[in-house]
């Protein structure tokens, strides 16, 4: 027998390696879809129903925009940050708990791209729902595109960060319980006072200060300003908090991989 | 060339204990290899670490010459593992798991579905290729982590407990599929309880007790290494005592068995014809445990106590 040498083709096999990585949590996306893409447009839904056609007459305008046309970007990216943290966090402990990990893990593939195939496979769900959510909210509101690249940059760059933090929950999580906490104790809070529902200019000067330390009011306002035109924050400052988000946690993420923190000793 | 080398190599986990103490190990290469040793020895640790499962705390090992430490993408290409515990994705079919392993090593999608079809179709696997592997039966998922580890044909298969839980019949085509192997330049390193399985199959042996190696030896060498073998006779007629036959100890287990101990100078013939003598007919024999297990035995046994006697 022969073993199949990655010397001479590293590029070809590290290709082949990633993709096989994203074909196998895309057909996870897929199989259980039940689970990963009908949740957050059924969310969708009811928050334009209630938020948007019940409650939006009565608040009138936001940010000099129909209510259900300011929510709508904010909506869609609160779909888009739990949906690729979710993706990573529950496949990769899911992958850990039944030990199949090691099909992995004990393959020449090297941590970098193992964590680059995690993420993409977050990153891919999270967009697919995002469209999703997108879809569903055009039957409640017109969309205007302002700044096309800034939509593109913003979802995906937010898509990445969260599902590189889905990864480093997941490396750290122990049992099911974990891989809850931070969706439910720390995500949600931050989305809810990210600026999804409300344009910081409602709140008093201490709050505003306050949110600006959220970095998901910087990703929500980007990606409302590609819409819009208009945001509550510095795009560029956003946009530098989201490439040095996902840098920094890819880092941590490789380094946690190589150090073998939370699966072997 | 060397398959494996292994030098000074210490594993101390997080809670003190230290599972491996200093192992220094070479495996040649187109070896079929037995490592044995009592649960807790440190086999699984050993081949945690060959297989980058577990962190090293100090040593060196080398994979056809390739440095773990140094060149691990090269090293694990060269290895293909089958572990103790069953880790397969019960919500995959048998033909997505081998082919997917394929990919973590490279092997483009084309090839890994022919690969896919020959070792399925080897292991008596094909015909279910498209059932989840949670459908299947332990013995099936067994050999279906046996194919997932040849899909990327490795030069050193590592088999930790591979046919823990298979029944016979299952466990016999096993070994010739891995004889087959082997014959065909596959080094294989095997770990097993079942100490037949160890001599029917490998060619040397290394046996592992308290994180140490106590014996590392050609099977047949170790073999001749036992000083005595005991075999149990069944007779014709009961007794009502042991016979008594000068050089040779005798017991009587039940009316009708004795058991005999003979020393590698004596033979079994002079124990017939003496027995027979005595009117005493042996209607058939068998060795009392198999020889390796006797080996193992009495070199692990002797390793604890040589930790107990150097216990304060």
């Given amino acids: 027998m022969s073993a199949f040498d990655p010397q001479k083709h590293v590029a070809r096999a590290r290709w082949i390696g990633f993709t096989t990585i994203l074909r196998r949590e895309f057909g996870r996306i897929v199989r259980i879809w039940g689970q990963t893409l009908v949740p957050s447009a059924v969310t969708a839904t009811l928050y334009f129903v209630i938020f948007g056609s019940l409650i939006g007459r009565r608040v009138g305008q936001m940010g000099g925009f129909d209510y259900m046309q300011y929510i709508a970007p904010g909506l869609i990216m609160m779909s888009v940050i739990t949906n690729a943290y979710g993706n990573v966090v529950s496949s990769f402990f899911g992958a850990k708990f039944q030990r199949f990990l090691e099909e992995v893990t004990v393959s020449p593939m090297p941590n970098w791209l193992v964590v680059l195939g995690f993420a993409s496979g977050g990153i891919l769900r999270g967009l697919l729902v995002g469209a999703i959510v997108t879809v569903v909210s055009l039957f409640f509101t017109h969309l205007e595109v302002h700044h096309i690249l800034i939509i593109i940059a913003a979802v995906f760059l937010t898509a990445t960060v969260f599902a590189l933090g889905g990864f480093i929950n997941a490396v750290f999580a122990r049992n099911f319980d974990q891989v809850n906490w931070i969706p439910t104790f720390v995500l949600t809070p931050l989305t809810y006072f990210g600026g999804v529902f409300y344009s910081i200019s409602l709140l008093p000067e201490l709050a505003q200060k306050i949110s600006f330390a959220n970095p998901i009011l910087h990703m929500v306002s980007a990606f409302r300003y590609g819409f819009l035109g208009t945001s509550d924050v510095d795009v560029r400052v956003a946009f530098a908090i989201m490439i040095g988000s996902a840098i920094l946690l890819f880092v941590i993420a490789v380094g946690l991989m190589n150090r073998g923190t939370g699966m072997r000793e | ?312």
């Fill in chain 2, 1 to 312: 060339m060397q398959a494996l080398s292994v030098r000074g190599l210490v594993k101390t986990y997080q809670n003190g204990a230290q599972a491996l103490k200093g192992i220094d190990l070479e495996v040649e290469q187109g070896d079929f290899f037995a490592l044995l040793g009592p649960n807790g020895a440190g086999k699984t640790t050993l081949i945690g670490i060959l297989t980058s499962l577990v962190n090293k705390t100090s040593g060196e090992v080398r994979v056809f010459g390739h440095d773990l430490d140094r060149e691990l993408e090269t090293a694990k290409s060269c290895i293909g593992v089958v572990p103790q515990e069953l880790n397969l994705n019960g919500f995959e079919s048998l033909e997505t798991i081998v082919v997917n392993q394929a990919g973590f090593y490279g092997i483009p999608r084309a090839i890994a579905r022919e690969r896919a079809e020959i070792y399925l179709g080897k292991l008596g696997l094909w015909d279910r290729r498209t059932k989840m592997s949670r459908m299947l039966s332990g013995g099936m998922k067994r050999r279906l982590m046996i194919a997932r580890a040849l899909m990327h044909e490795p030069r050193l298969l590592i088999l930790d407990e591979p046919t823990a839980g298979v029944d016979i019949e299952i466990r016999r085509s096993m070994w010739e599929f891995l004889r087959e192997l082997n014959e065909r330049g596959t080094t294989i390193i095997l770990t097993t309880h079942y100490l037949e399985e160890a001599e029917a199959l490998c060619r040397s042996i290394a046996i592992i007790d308290g994180g140490r190696i106590i014996a590392r030896d050609q099977m047949g060498g170790l073999l001749r290494s036992l000083q005595t073998e005991t075999f149990v006779l069944n007779l014709r007629h009961a007794l009502p005592a042991a016979p008594v036959v000068d050089g040779y100890p005798i017991k009587l287990i039940d009316k009708s068995t004795l058991e005999v101990e003979l020393t590698k100078e004596q033979n079994l013939n002079e124990v017939f014809a003496r027995l027979s003598a005595a009117g005493i007919q042996v209607l058939s024999m068998r060795n009392k445990v198999n020889r390796l297990e006797e080996v193992f035995m009495r070199l692990t046994d002797k390793s604890a106590h040589a930790v107990g006697g150097a216990a304060p």
